[in-house]
């Protein structure tokens, strides 16, 4: 037995309120279409991390989609999957234009170019795999999507006998069941999502319109579906001020989703006006989506004429003046950064890329035909090359076997330069005759290195030496002026170190600087002994750049200081009426007698310094 409904008088609908309605209407619809859509892509939703895969090389590629085909399910890797393919079909394009424009700058044909590589080839394979496991996962998510439709369809027709059949008794109960199983259902086509929701929502309101039998089942499910909407309302209106458009139009289909899917009726008094605030929601984030959109085809414009006016400079790039390989090298550098700009433009949809694409391309090729025609000209002067580099070849294997050290080492050291300063040479002899040219230098240089190793075992006696005058210093006794002189001349009589070794001049200076600070001397004149002992170990070592360092150092101090006293000279001129007892008069004084030390004892240094003969 159905409820009765009181007749309504409806009010006429003005055009504007029509034009309204048509519009959120239209606004409901399209959230709706994307929720279906979406609603096939359930398992497909997981964040997997997307690495800067435009930074890898071409192996690092093909190891992370080795680990994305291993680690997580195939539904779920299309964002991954394709950004590799971006990255990998990019970057061995620009390897492939490389082989092939190295093949042309040897003479051959470009209808005779080929290259393979086993990058590819594991690439191509593993590609193979993920298109093999993706078709077979749609083909299998098409059946259950399929049956999944025939289970929506046969519990509607439950529930259409069930309201035909309705026994007060048992009626609210196997309602209940049937929609515990229609909510347990999976996905169905996005085609019939829509269609079969409305059918089942409007049995479900037939069957709820006859339970006024059991009234107070009916009213507590409204109640409680009434304030689940109202909470779904909430959150909708909360997203009409999200910033992130996108975000919240995400946020809303799973709101949607939640209204259909998860929240039964509300009562008739209620239906229209929850309905009517939930898609005025809709229609407002809607309407906010649509002008982000519209600004993004703008901005859209914009992008397509920065990208034109870098392919036309590519176009328009001069190349008549190059004449040389290195004019070519720093051409194809100012290119590659015209390229870069134009990609870090930004990514345009597929729709409106092609076309600048295009531009782009026949821009780059134009600039490529003129390298390619300069590097064909260049294998005659490449074959000159040839025979200069093939002459010092030979006159290194002459020499990598002589006993004249001195002489031979120039001229050893004076090819190597004049092999630098000659040109390229034709591709496919470069690795032989630089392996034979670096295989004489070696030879050579070892035998060299060989004999300066004889040389270097006085230095390690030396080493030793010192070493263990180090630990003798730290248990000596040491008293006077007289000792520490003592101990420097011991010091550098025991030679000089190898420049490996030279932090043992430190080390050194350590330990006696332990035996200075007991001396019973003024703290100028131990300055003054540690400085002169590490000036004589430079002296020693003849390492003048040492010298001319520590000199500037001095001078620097020196200026420092003397800006540093002034200061407090300047300032105690305004200290005005204050007596010369005076805390803060006495403070400043202390601080230039302070500085006046210091200044004497860095020109004392400095004085030193200017003594030296080097």
Not at 37 to 54: F, G, M, Q, V
Not at 63 to 87: C, G, H, I, M, R
Not at 121 to 150: H, I, P
Not at 422 to 442: E, L, M, Q, T, Y
Request: glycine fraction near 2%; charge should be negative.
């Amino acid at each position: 037995m159905l409820e009765n409904n009181e007749e309504k008088v409806e009010k006429p609908i003005t055009e504007e309120q029509g034009k309204t309605n048509e519009e959120t209407e239209n606004a409901v619809n399209e959230v709706e279409n994307e929720v279906a859509n979406e609603s096939e892509k359930a398992d497909e939703k997981h964040e997997i991390p997307l690495p800067d895969y435009a930074s890898m090389e071409l192996d690092k590629l093909v190891d992370e989609l080795k680990k994305l085909l291993k680690n997580y399910p195939v539904q779920q890797l299309k964002s991954n999957v394709d950004a590799v393919k971006t990255a990998f079909n990019s970057k061995f394009g620009a390897l492939l234009a490389e082989k092939k424009e190295a093949f042309l700058a040897d003479g051959g044909n470009s209808i005779d170019f080929q290259f393979s590589s086993p990058v590819k080839t594991e690439y191509n394979n593993l590609l193979g795999e993920y298109k093999t496991k993706r078709d077979a996962y749609y083909s299998q998510l098409e059946k259950q999507l399929k049956e999944n439709l025939e289970r929506r369809n046969n519990l509607i027709e439950e529930l259409k006998a069930l309201i035909k059949n309705a026994d007060p008794k048992t009626m609210y109960n196997d309602f209940q069941k049937i929609q515990n199983r229609w909510k347990s259902v999976g996905a169905v086509p996005k085609t019939k999502y829509n269609d079969t929701w409305k059918t089942y929502h409007h049995h479900v309101e037939r069957f709820y319109d006859l339970l006024h039998l059991n009234k107070d089942f009916r009213e507590l499910d409204f109640k409680h579906n009434l304030g689940e909407k109202l909470r779904l309302i909430e959150r909708a209106e909360v997203l009409t001020e999200v910033e992130d458009v996108n975000v919240a139009f995400k946020e809303l289909q799973e709101l949607h989703r939640m209204w259909k899917e998860d929240i039964g009726p509300v009562s008739r008094e209620h239906r229209e006006d929850v309905w009517g605030r939930f898609s005025e929601a809709t229609k407002k984030i809607h309407d906010r989506r649509h002008q982000h959109y519209r600004e993004l085809k703008s901005k859209h414009q914009e992008m397509i004429d920065a990208k034109l006016a870098v392919a036309a400079e590519i176009h328009a790039y001069d190349t008549s003046n190059n004449k040389t390989h290195n004019d070519w090298q720093k051409s194809i550098v100012e290119i590659e950064k015209l390229r870069k700009k134009y990609f870090d433009i930004g990514k345009l949809p597929y729709s409106k890329s092609e076309a600048v694409w295009q531009e782009f391309k026949a821009a780059t090729k134009k600039f490529n035909t003129a390298k390619n025609t300069f590097y064909k000209h260049e294998k005659s002067a490449q074959n000159d090359n040839l025979k200069k580099k093939m002459e010092l070849v030979e006159l290194a294997e002459s020499m990598k076997n002589s006993e004249d050290w001195s002489e031979a080492t120039n001229t050893m050291k004076h090819i190597q330069s004049e092999w630098k300063k000659i040109g390229h040479v034709p591709r496919k002899f470069s690795d032989d005759i630089w392996k034979r040219f670096k295989n004489a230098c070696n030879h050579y240089f070892d035998r060299l290195h060989a004999r300066k190793n004889e040389e270097n075992k006085e230095q390690l006696a030396v080493v030793e030496a010192k070493k263990e005058f180090i630990e003798q210093i730290k248990t000596a006794e040491i008293s006077t002026e007289e000792d520490v002189e003592k101990m420097l001349a011991n010091w550098r009589a025991l030679g000089v170190l190898p420049r490996n070794a030279r932090y043992l001049d430190e080390k050194f200076n350590k330990a006696m600087d332990a035996h200075l600070d007991k001396l019973d001397m003024g703290r100028n004149d131990i300055e003054m002994m540690k400085f002169k002992g590490v000036i004589d170990t430079y002296l020693s070592q003849e390492d003048y750049r040492k010298l001319d360092s520590e000199q500037f150092f001095i001078r620097k101090k020196i200026d420092e200081t003397v800006r540093e006293m002034q200061q407090l000279e300047n300032n105690l001129s305004f200290i005005s009426n204050a007596t010369e007892d005076n805390p803060l008069v006495k403070n400043v004084r202390k601080g230039i007698q302070e500085f006046k030390d210091q200044l004497n004892l860095w020109q004392e240094k400095l004085d030193y310094l200017r003594r030296l003969d080097y």
